[in-house]
């Protein structure tokens, strides 16, 4: 992803999946994930997943019992994941629009929400929208369970998250339950991602 100061538009996502140029897709669900429901931390229910992408999360969770709510902006994004469920006959939601966007049918509903390399795709001045709409659409005592990007780098997309970004933009309307270096990230994640479960106060 090149350097774009103030963030991508859904042009400039699109065209990534026009030119197939996706260099953030693990081409598998990110290992801590499935650490996390082997060692049953995340256990099945209603699931979001904003900016999903091609859906690796998707699929694996599905694939395990969790009703899951995707949601991505980019047509490239929506039509890969569609036909790969309905190929694979795997029951999820799909949703094509812009995650800020979702309305009040969604307010409350969800158990888990997993954030996979949207926070850092967004631009940082949305950051406080993110919080307000994943706040909305948990359920009180809802979690979100997440990997966040620190890059160490200026600009983005990725944008950098560190320590500091998650306590200023979370702990309001969230508690903290962990908050530390993933062990088992993918090898091009190795140290760079925080591991990040919060608790909906
Ligand atoms: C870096 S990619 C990550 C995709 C996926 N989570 C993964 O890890 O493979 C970011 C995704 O967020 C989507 N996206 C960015 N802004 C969005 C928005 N406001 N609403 C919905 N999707 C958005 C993009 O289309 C893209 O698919």
Known sequence: MSEKKNG???????????????????????????????????????????????????????????????????????????????????????????????????????????????????SPEQRPSYVSTVARALKQGGMLAGLFYHTGEEGGPPFNTTREDILKHFSDSFEIKHLSKSKNSAEQRKNKEWLVILVKK
Not at 33 to 52: A, H, N, Q, W, Y
Not at 57 to 73: P, Q
Not at 92 to 110: A, K, P, Q, R, W
């Open 8 to 122: 991508y538009s859904l042009e400039d996502w699109q065209r990534h999946y026009d030119e197939d140029d996706l260099g953030w897709d693990l081409g598998q669900v990110a290992p801590p994930f499935v650490k996390l429901f082997e060692s049953k931390l995340i256990v099945p229910g209603k699931t979001l997943i904003p900016g999903c992408g091609r859906g690796h999360e998707v699929i694996y969770l599905a694939e395990n019992g969790f009703e899951v709510t995707a949601v991505d902006f980019s047509s490239g994004a929506v039509n890969h994941l569609k036909s790969t469920v309905e190929g694979r006959n795997i029951k999820c939601e799909v949703l094509h629009m812009n995650f800020f966007g979702i309305d009040s049918t969604h307010d409350g509903v969800y158990d888990l929400l997993i954030e996979q390399t949207f926070f850092c795709a967004i």
